[in-house]
């Protein structure tokens, strides 16, 4: 199996979820890793088990996003690996809208463009962004959330298209289905329906080892039983 051919991760948007699993894996393959979010006070627990530094940072501020990788450009050294997965919903509270599409859109953006200023001297690197199953088709009651993740996908595209050629690998990844956890297991009748982070982070992994002749922009990750 192909190593990972990188050394230092940052995931903007750090939670118990995804990005945990997916902390781990980089964690278990030798990579030093960085978790960034709102309120580090919850990565303690993780941060302690996987020897990871933590960072305080608000995604969707432009100072804030600076501050954080030069501040994890000092503690780790510049990431060659960065995860976006800072996002959240709203109703049409106009102002929690505005806030949401800043997490989930605009935060990506002030992310991607701190990881390609790096990355760009270098060659070489990986920007993972995650979506969801509104970056391809609303729902109802969800006009703000899919606002986001449908301009989180159109800036994978657009980056992987520019920075591709200049060695760096975007990739989005489409969560279609709900993701497993204590507070969310599957139901009773219905095991299997929800998706493992577990298994999520090792197709993470797995595209960080894609041989660049064959790059992946997006992948689409639904549990087995979805009948689509």
Do not use: C
């Amino acid at each position: 199996m192909t190593d990972i051919p990188y050394r230092i991760a940052l995931i903007v948007g750090a939670g118990s979820g995804i990005s945990a699993s997916f902390a781990r894996r980089l964690a278990a393959a030798g990579l030093r890793v960085g978790l960034a979010a709102r309120h580090v006070e919850k990565l303690a627990a993780l941060a302690s088990e996987i020897g990871a530094e933590t960072f305080a940072v608000d995604a969707s501020e432009p100072t804030g996003v600076a501050r954080l990788f030069a501040e994890a450009d000092e503690r780790l050294g510049e990431p060659d690996v960065v995860h976006y997965n800072a996002s959240v919903r709203a109703q049409l509270d106009p102002e929690a809208v505005r806030k949401a599409i800043e997490i989930s859109a605009f935060g990506g953006f002030l992310t991607v463009r701190e990881a390609a200023r790096r990355m760009i001297p270098h060659g070489r690197g990986a920007i993972l962004l995650t979506g969801a199953s509104a970056s391809v088709k609303g729902y109802p009651h969800s006009a703000a959330f899919a606002m986001g993740k449908f301009a989180l996908r159109g800036l994978a595209q657009s980056t992987a298209r520019e920075l591709g050629p200049k060695g760096i690998h975007v990739a989005h990844f489409v969560i279609d289905g709900g993701v497993r956890s204590a507070r969310r297991p599957d139901p009773a009748g219905r095991p299997d329906s929800t998706l493992n982070p577990d298994a999520i982070a090792q197709t993470y992994i797995e595209i960080l080892r894609q041989p660049r002749s064959a790059w992946s922009l997006e992948v689409e990750l639904r549990p087995w039983v979805e009948t689509f």
